[in-house]
């Protein structure tokens, strides 16, 4: 009799998952890990009656949380009564006042704050600073058409002189030019020859200047023969 008596008084103060997972606007696994973890009576209908398997997601959706944040979610659950925690399950504010009420929560949401406003804050410099940046905008246009256009300009033909100097100067030009002095020594020296025939001049002007003719002929040929070695080395 005494038996039966306090096992019908367990059945009724005992809470029924089903009761609780109606009510509540948590994800089954959610429900049910809580369910697992409230206090029940050691009786042999509970034990039959209310088994509950352990949900399988457990451990991945507890992966995100560091040790430190555990221990405070559990010491400030751990001193709450059932109704209390019944509650949490089943009203959506109370449970996001007791969230928001978390050091991390109020960390995040903090440091969110001060991100936000900041951001801000750059956003209002920005714009201030938009009518300067306009005309810096505008400003180098000008001088971008104008300015540069001339100073580019120049440049070019700078370029065009560097490029026919370094051409003038050249190995290959240097010995072109060569070759030119010497066909006209060459020529000089014909020219020369042909006043003596013709009588145009005597023989001792002839002399000395057919000497020095062929002198710098024979120089430059010596020159255009070393160069052109040079180079071919």
Same mark, same amino acid.
């Given at each position: ?9 367990? *059945? *009724? ?9 109606t ?5 089954p696994s959610?429900?049910?890990s809580?369910?697992?973890?409230l206090?029940?009576?050691p ?6 009656n209310?088994?509950?398997?352990r ?9 995100n &949380? ?11 659950l ?7 925690l019944?509650?949490?399950?089943s ?22 704050d ?11 410099a ?5 009518? *300067?940046?306009?005309e ?5 246009r ?6 540069l256009?001339?100073a580019?300009?120049k440049?070019?033909d ?12 050249s190995? &290959?030009?240097?010995?072109h *030019? ?7 020594t060459e020529?000089?020296s ?8 013709d ?5 001792t ?5 057919y000497?020095?003719?062929?002198c710098?002929?024979?120089?430059r040929?010596l ?5 052109k ?5």
């Amino acid at each position: 009799m005494f038996k039966s008596f306090w096992g019908s008084q367990e *059945q *009724q103060t005992q809470p029924h998952p089903q009761e609780i997972s109606t009510d509540s606007w948590y994800p089954p696994s959610v429900v049910s890990s809580t369910n697992s973890s409230l206090p029940t009576t050691p009786s042999a209908s509970s034990s039959s009656n209310f088994s509950i398997p352990r949900p399988p997601d457990r451990s991945n959706s507890m992966s995100n &949380v560091s040790p430190a944040e555990a221990a405070g979610i559990i010491a400030l659950l751990k001193d709450k009564s059932v109704d209390d925690l019944r509650k949490l399950l089943s009203d959506k504010d109370a449970y996001q006042h007791l969230f928001r009420s978390l050091e991390p929560v109020k960390t995040q949401n903090r440091v969110r704050d001060e991100l936000r406003n900041e951001t801000l804050q750059l956003t209002r410099a920005n714009l201030e600073k938009e009518p *300067q940046i306009m005309e810096l905008r505008n400003q180098c246009r000008i001088i971008r058409t104008t300015e540069l256009a001339t100073a580019l300009e120049k440049l070019h033909d700078l370029e065009k002189k560097k490029e026919e100097i370094l051409k003038f100067y050249s190995p &290959v030009s240097l010995l072109h *030019q060569l070759q030119e002095a010497m066909n006209e020594t060459e020529e000089e020296s014909d020219a020369l020859h042909r006043q003596l025939l013709d009588k145009e001049i005597d023989m001792t002007s002839f002399v000395q200047k057919y000497k020095k003719l062929r002198c710098t002929y024979h120089k430059r040929a010596l020159t255009h023969l070393a160069a052109k070695t040079a180079i071919t080395n």
